[in-house]
């Protein structure tokens, strides 16, 4: 038996099901574009919040740098609150208009979230034959030309 025929990919429905609908680009509201997402990294808690919860930004990387921002950025501020006095105000000080942007933006995304997401559903899918072939099929394709050298 080939191994061709041991390895065959899921029919295309199946992965389409796995995989959550990404909503088409023009769909996006203004906090996740990208003239507002890239300048409010400085904020602290709203740029992480946008890259965690966003369904155009869900890349290894760019989830694992929002996490560790967001990490990060809480045990700095709860260690900086603990001293007291100037330096809990002047971090109260720095994370406020940041806290403020990240309840603002949020309420805009629970509100508009639903119609957003329909547009992904209602969006047609792309045919068939113009899909990407699957990593697993890639690596079978790698292993059949490793065997004829």
Partial sequence: MSQENRETPPPPAVEAEASPAVPPEESRPWYYQFWFLYPMIPFWPLWSILIIRSPWHNGLVMGALAWAWLIVGGGLTYFRMQEGGTVALSTLAWIAPGLLFTVIVQAHWIRN?????ETARAA????????????RSRRALRRRSRGRR
Wanted: zero cysteines; glycine letters at 6%; hydrophobic letters at 30%.
């Fill in 113 to 117: 979230r639903r119609r957003i997401m």
């Fill in 124 to 135: 047609p899918s792309p045919a068939a034959g113009t899909e990407a072939p699957s990593s």
